[in-house]
């Protein structure tokens, strides 16, 4: 953001949480998506994507427990950091996408392209 704001060029923002969620969306297609980092204190930041990628949940801080129930209800995949811990909470398995973002850029000028300027 700071390039863009000196370069007085536009910038379009991508997180993390979306990164993962796409990248999970691309392995596991037709699949809910529960993109969750460790936040430490048994906090996660989460965000929930249904099967068409549409973001149902979040971004937000959630509890383990609170992440466990939404991923078990949507039968989710679960990407990033907390993804194991989310598994453990909820004592049961799940498909498992990536746990770190990627930096294949061509992920994050689709997200971006996706969202337009605004």
Request: no cysteine; glycine share 8%; aromatic share 4%.
């Amino acid at each position: 953001r700071g390039l863009a704001l000196a370069l007085k060029v536009p910038a379009i923002g991508v997180t993390t949480l979306e990164a993962l969620a796409a990248e999970a969306a691309t392995a596991f297609p037709g699949r809910a998506v529960l993109a969750a980092l460790d936040a430490g204190r048994e906090e996660i930041h989460a965000a929930l994507y249904d099967e068409m990628s549409v973001l149902t949940y979040g971004p937000a801080v959630a509890t383990l427990a609170d992440a466990a129930a939404m991923a078990s209800e949507r039968s989710a995949v679960l990407a990033g950091t907390a993804a194991t811990l989310i598994a453990e909470a909820a004592g049961r398995p799940f498909d498992i996408g990536p746990r770190t973002a990627t930096t294949d850029i061509l992920t994050y000028a689709r997200l971006a392209a996706a969202k337009g300027q605004g």
